[in-house]
């Protein structure tokens, strides 16, 4: 069984430019998480989607955002990108919403601004 | 609020010690994970356990969800078992919250 996929695996932006992240959840998974971490430090919840609808996010400025595509698959942007959002950008998924299972994390995308 | 705190937050061990690692959750746990990141940053599975105690191997773990609080334990430690533990805590069924780490490094 196929584990969780991110891609790129790296990516270098300058400041002001967009990035695009993708995840690919296990199969049979349908809730999708993303995390960034920066440098030394731990991790810090981004977005929940599951079903195709964002459910939750954290405490991120609006030019975070993503989707879920019908075959539960998820794109994490950042627009206007600012030399703080260096980091290793962290996917998880898990079964279904509410579902009594474990996040299984893809390697990240290491994101490195100019 | 909701707090994950984990402790000690930077730990040194010799070669063949044995540790425990604590995480302190704020609130009834929905379900709880141990993590363990390596050098290259990837997030490894090491216990899945809301309760109870569970054993693979070197490691164990063991979380008393009345009393909120979880402990890795790590026996015999090999260098290769450096990096960073994290716990999280999932309290409504939804997101998990990160505790802040306890960086290990296992001198040979």
């Known amino acids: 069984e196929a584990g969780v996929t991110q891609s790129p695996t790296h990516l270098i932006k300058t400041r002001g430019q967009q990035a695009t992240l993708r995840c690919s959840p296990i199969?049979?998974?349908?809730?999708v998480y993303w995390y960034q971490q920066a440098l030394g430090l731990g991790l810090q919840f981004l977005l929940w989607y599951d079903e195709g609808e964002e459910r939750n996010r954290g405490n991120f400025p609006p030019r975070f955002s993503g989707r879920q595509f019908p075959n539960y698959s998820s794109e994490l942007n950042v627009n206007a990108l600012e030399l703080d959002d260096s980091a290793l950008y962290l996917c998880?998924?898990?079964?279904?919403?509410?579902?009594?299972?474990?996040?299984?994390f893809g390697d990240g995308t290491r994101l490195s601004i100019l | 609020g909701i707090q994950v705190e984990q402790s000690p937050p930077d730990l040194i061990l010799q070669e063949g010690a044995n540790s425990t690692l604590r995480c302190n959750f704020s609130?009834?746990?929905?379900?709880l994970q141990w993590f363990h990141q390596n050098p290259w940053g990837q997030l490894i599975n090491l216990f899945y356990?809301?309760?109870g105690t569970k054993q693979n191997g070197r490691l164990s773990a063991t979380t008393v969800a009345t009393e909120r609080y979880s402990l890795l334990y790590i026996s015999s430690s090999q260098t290769t078992d450096s990096g960073v533990y994290f716990c999280?805590?999932?309290?409504?069924?939804?997101?998990?919250?990160f505790g802040t780490g306890t960086s290990l490094t296992v001198i040979p």
């Open positions: 999280a805590v999932d309290f409504a069924g939804n997101q998990f919250y």
């Open positions: 199969s049979g998974h349908t809730s």
């Open positions: 356990i809301p309760s």
């Open positions: 998880a998924s898990r079964g279904t919403m509410r579902s009594n299972q474990p996040q299984h």
């Open positions: 609130d009834s746990v929905n379900n």
